[in-house]
């Protein structure tokens, strides 16, 4: 599987405007809605999963990127949107360097509707 199969087009944002990780999550989750990933109903599920994830352990793995993720049987198959801060947001990444990419990945997941991490 390729990247560009996917990343949904309407989920890619060329300027995140949140100034925190969990504003910018949650514009990636907009995304995803306005492009058809998911229903509505469950971005605060989502948002909750994700930043409980996060609380494990970064995302941030250095560079300027962060992949955070969740996996649910919400979707009908893995979904991404895809997010650039010009400015950088801390995502308390590997490097301790700011983000400037974030690749939001919602998976399939095999039991239950969400795993949570």
Known sequence: MKLKDLVL???ILPALKGTKRDECIGELLDALV?????????????????????????????????????????????????????????????DRQPVHAVFLLLSLAAFGWLVRY
Do not use: M, Y
Not at 48 to 73: D, M, N, Q
Not at 79 to 84: D, E, R
């Open 9 to 11: 087009e309407k989920a």
């Open 34 to 94: 306005k492009a058809g990933a998911f229903k509505a109903s469950l971005r605060s599920e989502f948002l909750k999963a994700v930043v409980k994830r996060e609380k494990k352990g970064s995302t941030g793995f250095g560079h300027g990127v962060a992949v955070p993720h969740v996996k649910t049987t919400e979707v009908t198959r893995c979904v991404a949107a895809i997010g650039l801060h010009t400015g950088g947001i801390d995502f308390n990444a590997l």
